[in-house]
C-alpha cells in the first residue's frame, strides 16, 4: 500500500507538471481507440494521444480541448464557455479595408 500511494503521488505531480505546459486550444473531431483521437489545432489536423486520466465520455465533436503544446496530447477538457471566448477572437469574413501608406516629409 505504501508504495501505490508513493506511485499515487508521483501520478498526480506527473499530471500537474504535463498540465502546467502551455496548453494549446483545439477542437476534438474524434476518438481513433482507447488511447488516441483526432483533434484540429491552428488549421490543422493531429492525431494525438489522450491523457489517460480524462473522462472520455465528456469528449464529443467540436467540443474545446486543451493539447499539450509541443505534443499536442489532449490534457484537458475545456468548459463551453471557451468556446464563445475563443470565437469571439476568430475573424469570420474579411473586413473590406483600404490602408494607405504616409510619407514623412
Known amino acids: 500500500m505504501k508504495h501505490l500511494r508513493h ?6 505531480e506527473e499530471i500537474k507538471r504535463i498540465q502546467s505546459v502551455p496548453l494549446v486550444m483545439g477542437q476534438f473531431v474524434e476518438m481513433v481507440n482507447r488511447e488516441h483521437a483526432v483533434v484540429n489545432a491552428t ?9 489517460s486520466t480524462l473522462n472520455r465520455e465528456k469528449l464529443f465533436t467540436d467540443c474545446s480541448v486543451g493539447l499539450h503544446k509541443h505534443s ?6 475545456l468548459p463551453p464557455e471557451a468556446d464563445s471566448s475563443a470565437n469571439s477572437l476568430t475573424i469570420v469574413e474579411k473586413p473590406n479595408v483600404r490602408y494607405t501608406v504616409l510619407e514623412k516629409s
Open 7 to 12: 506511485e499515487l503521488i508521483y501520478a498526480k
Open 72 to 77: 499536442h496530447s489532449i490534457v484537458e477538457i
Open 43 to 51: 488549421n490543422d489536423q493531429f492525431y494525438v494521444r489522450v491523457l
